[in-house]
């Protein structure tokens, strides 16, 4: 199971559909500061599920829209659109009966999210619980935001087991456990 593709449409800085191809190995993503570097790495991040504005560097959710320039108008809604190759049939139960499961996340505004799954509608919980079954999601470590090594160092324990227990894999299963645990 591997991402192969990243489609941001009005999200943020990129109002023009902009597709991202992730290739097998290492991607490196360059340019002057203000190009929207950050934004590819929130895109990703955003359309696994992430719900805080404040990781996304916005007061409200709604701030990943783009939000216009001098010369081009406010849009009404953002999208991001995964591709994820499946060629290994990894997947998750659920999502594993094709060789590509494609997660699409769409914000419109006054509305707010919806998501799909291969076209079909799921919930924010669906698509959560997939990369938290995989061991990747929109808090994995292996999404490291600038800034974030210098509050790695400085973290509480508490704080620190978290990323633990991301990096192991195991926080699908606490998320279930206390959800069980409410029943
Ligand atoms: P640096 O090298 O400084 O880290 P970067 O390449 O990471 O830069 P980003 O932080 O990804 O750059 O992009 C910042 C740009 O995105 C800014 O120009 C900002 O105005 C623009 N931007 C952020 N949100 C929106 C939005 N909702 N609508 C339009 N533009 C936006
Ligand atoms: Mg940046």
Redesign the pocket.
């Known amino acids: 199971m591997r991402f192969s593709r990243l489609r941001l449409t009005g999200?943020?800085?990129f109002?023009d559909p902009t597709d991202l191809i992730i290739s097998e190995g290492l991607t490196g993503?360059v340019?002057?500061?203000?190009?929207?570097?950050?934004?590819?790495?929130?895109a990703l991040r955003w359309v696994m599920g992430e719900n805080r504005p404040t990781a996304m560097?916005?007061g409200g959710m709604e701030?990943?829209?783009?939000?216009?320039?001098s010369t081009r108008p406010?849009r009404n809604f953002?999208e991001v659109c995964l591709h994820i190759d499946n060629h290994d049939r990894l997947a998750p139960p659920g999502f594993n009966d094709e060789d590509q499961v494609e997660i699409v996340r769409r914000i419109t505004r006054d509305v707010g999210s919806a998501y799909k799954a291969n076209a079909r509608d799921v919930r924010a919980r669906d698509v959560q619980m997939l990369f938290a079954d995989a061991s990747t999601g929109a808090h994995s470590p292996a999404l490291v935001r600038?800034g974030q090594i210098s509050e790695l160092i400085n973290a509480k324990p508490k704080s620190r087991r978290r990323i633990l227990e991301e990096a192991a894999g195991i926080s699908g299963l606490y998320q279930r456990r206390h959800e069980a645990e409410l029943k």
């Open positions: 999200f943020k800085s109002v993503v340019g002057p500061n203000g190009c929207g570097k950050s934004n590819l790495l929130e560097r916005g701030d990943v829209i783009f939000a216009g320039a406010a953002a600038q």
